[in-house]
């Protein structure tokens, strides 16, 4: 290809609103645009770059037994009734109607039309398992769609989905498929790791999220500095503290805080440690007012409140609600002297305070010296592992090393569903004996859009990208100095023939840009290998060629150079 051909329209600048780099260099070295919020046109740079990794998804699909099937996108309201997520998921979903009115959504997954073309079509355990894939757009209306391709409103997901006569089927098949998707993405030269994953309301108990690891990510993960141990900081398990020293228990005291609202500020001014202060937090799950106690220096978990109490819908309680249940303006709650009975749940770390702090369930007054087994057990408190982990807890696997923690690009995830759409839908089978029995699933993502964006958060430089070579969208560009001296062009043309007869995919800019131009250009849209031919190499018959990620340069007897750089690709890419 030759670049004053090629529809790859570069930007000096790029629009305020790109804050990462993959965003950035996306939009500035002419791979996609904007058409709305979310919703981006990818140019032809980005379709080589994108089809390089479906290919190598597909391999590895294939060779896991899944077989790549193409489901519509357009989506009926009423497939989605049968599992009652039409509800669930409210504005999130792309709503349509047909010209008869009938309603429609443009599929954010495909877990329901799956099911229900395997339900149809399977009846017999001789048939399973069986699993299926597509690789095809997602749309789902983020609130806040950013980060260019991270979190888009319509993206490019392979999407596969497993059936099984039982669990122990599922578990050989989803072992399969995490490894495929570690071989994925280390032949896509991307960075990532699984760690365990909340599997939150699409059920099942069950899964595992491919993270790559990049300071733009925007997953938090915690993971053990002594074995294999990661998770997602939704799901990272807290351990319960040693048990206290069991000092004697002193009598509950109100005191005056004038002023005081932040931890520390009470803390210092009671004399007493952050960790002595437990927060009351009180929520609505699901509408019903409930308190979450925190020691001082934690965060509540709520995924896993969520979790402990079932609950789809769990937000902060609302002002009102809280001068309500208290008594008192917004910051003073605490477990004693509420004005309404609710449901008490306690991090197990609050469980081993000593002389706690509470709110005082009044303006600028705290209780001192609550003793948690004296005071919270007659409320019929529950402890549970409730609150976020934090650097340097123990590892709640190995209980040696320290858990530390890292952002991440959710790039996979692969879940255990279990029997929830197979029995919403009725995909059912006859087992050897004809009884009739439930299947079981699995379904496992990959963001294929996302991927190609992240490969660029771990993979750039202040210059621009700096492609693995598995996926870069051309593996040697071509840079004459002046294209205008006869013999540059004639060693170019040469070169750029060789190169193409050894099937090896080249670019040659022939624009008539100064050298400067050309360089720039050339680091901005990444291709691994750069070739520069002009007089200087060709009174030394050589060419200088500079690999891209690292900068090293060399230079290279112009005879030999088309066999220099087809090596060099091969060992690049084993
Ligand atoms: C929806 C909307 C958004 C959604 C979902 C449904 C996320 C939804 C979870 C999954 C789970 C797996 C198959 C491939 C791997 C991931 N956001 N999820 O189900 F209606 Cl609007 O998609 N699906």
Not at 10 to 35: D, F, N, Q
Not at 154 to 175: G, P, Q, T, V
Not at 543 to 566: H, N, Y
Request: charge should be negative; glycine fraction near 8%.
């Amino acid at each position: 290809m030759r670049m004053s051909e090629l529809f790859a329209p570069t930007l000096r600048e790029v629009p305020a609103e790109a804050e990462i780099a993959s965003h950035k260099l996306l939009l500035r070295a002419g791979y996609m645009r904007k058409l709305a919020g979310g919703i981006y046109t990818y140019l032809p740079l980005a379709i080589r770059v994108l089809q390089k990794i479906e290919a190598i998804i597909r391999e590895e699909m294939d060779r896991a037994g899944a077989q790549e099937l193409l489901m519509p996108i357009v989506q009926p309201r009423e497939l989605w009734e049968k599992t009652g997520r039409w509800d669930v998921y409210g504005e999130e979903m792309f709503r349509l109607q047909d010209r008869h009115k009938r309603e429609f959504c443009l599929g954010p997954t495909h877990e329901e039309l799956i099911t229900s073309i395997v339900a149809q079509e399977i009846r017999s355990y001789r048939q399973l398992p069986v699993a299926l894939y597509q690789i095809q757009n997602k749309y789902r209306d983020e609130i806040r769609p950013r980060f260019g391709l991270m979190r888009a409103r319509e993206f490019i997901m392979k999407d596969a989905y497993s059936f099984h006569r039982n669990e122990e089927s599922l578990d050989e098949y989803y072992r399969r498929m995490y490894e495929a998707y570690a071989r994925v993405f280390a032949r896509v030269g991307l960075s990532a790791r699984p760690v365990e994953a909340d599997s939150g309301a699409i059920g099942g108990n069950i899964s595992h999220e491919f993270m790559a690891l990049a300071p733009s990510g925007e997953a938090e993960i915690a993971y053990c500095t002594n074995c294999d141990y990661a998770a997602n900081v939704e799901r990272a398990e807290a351990l319960p503290p040693p048990a206290g020293g069991g000092s004697e228990a002193q009598p509950l005291e109100a005191v005056d805080t004038p002023d005081k609202h932040t931890v520390e500020e009470v803390a210092a001014f009671l004399g007493v440690e952050p960790q002595q202060l437990i927060k009351t937090m009180l929520y609505l799950a699901d509408g019903e007012p409930i308190a979450v106690l925190v020691r001082g220096d934690h965060e509540v978990n709520e995924v896993k409140v969520a979790n402990l109490l079932g609950a789809t819908n769990l937000t902060l309680a609302d002002p009102d609600t809280i001068r309500r249940i208290t008594g008192a303006p917004v910051g003073f709650a605490g477990p004693i002297g509420l004005k309404e009975e609710i449901p008490f749940y306690a991090d197990h770390a609050v469980m081993a305070v000593e002389r706690g702090v509470v709110g005082g369930n009044k303006k600028d007054t705290h209780l001192i010296n609550l003793d948690p087994k004296r005071d919270l057990e007659p409320l019929g408190v529950k402890a549970a592992d409730l609150r976020l982990v934090v650097e340097g807890d123990s590892c709640p696997r190995c209980r040696e090393g320290k858990l530390q923690l890292a952002r991440g690009i959710e790039v996979g995830q692969v879940f255990k569903l279990g029997t929830k759409y197979s029995e919403a839908i009725g995909a059912v089978y006859l087992d050897e004996e004809g009884k009739t029995q439930t299947m079981v699933m699995g379904c496992y993502g990959i963001g294929v859009s996302r991927t190609m964006a992240a490969a660029i958060e771990q993979n750039h430089d202040e210059f621009g990208i700096c492609w693995p070579v598995a996926i870069a969208p051309y593996q040697v560009l071509i840079v004459p100095i002046n294209w205008q001296d006869e013999e540059s062009r004639a060693a170019c043309e040469k070169l750029y023939a060789e190169l193409e007869a050894r099937g090896i995919e080249v670019l040659l800019d022939d624009r008539n840009e100064r050298a400067g131009v050309k360089f720039k250009d050339a680091d901005l849209i990444g291709i691994p290998l750069r070739v520069t031919i002009g007089p200087k190499t060709l009174a030394q018959n050589a060419v200088e060629i500079k690999v891209r990620k690292g900068g090293k340069m060399e230079l290279v007897g112009i005879d030999e150079a088309a066999g220099w750089l087809e090596n060099w690709l091969r060992e690049a890419q084993t």
